[in-house]
């Protein structure tokens, strides 16, 4: 977070594209966290969403849908 939400979102590109990492639920929450930060709100609650779909732990899908509902509205 030193250089912003914006170079974190350019690192966070860099690990998609290298395909190494498995496309976890925890880096759409984080994609979704940094949108939220630069107000990209409808991008954010996308992110949230995703993140929600992809995790198997009902707390966290839980926290990510109402995230995602709180940066949506």
């Not at 993140?51 to 709180?70: C, N």
């Amino acid at each position: 977070m030193v250089h912003g939400p914006a170079a974190g979102l350019a690192l966070l590109s860099e690990l998609e594209a290298d395909r190494r990492p498995p496309r976890h639920h925890r880096l759409f929450a984080v994609r979704g966290q940094l949108l939220e930060l630069l107000g990209q709100s409808a991008e954010a609650a996308a992110a949230y969403r995703e993140a929600a779909a992809r995790t198997v732990s009902a707390p966290e899908r839980r926290y990510l849908a109402e995230r995602a509902g709180r940066v949506a509205s």
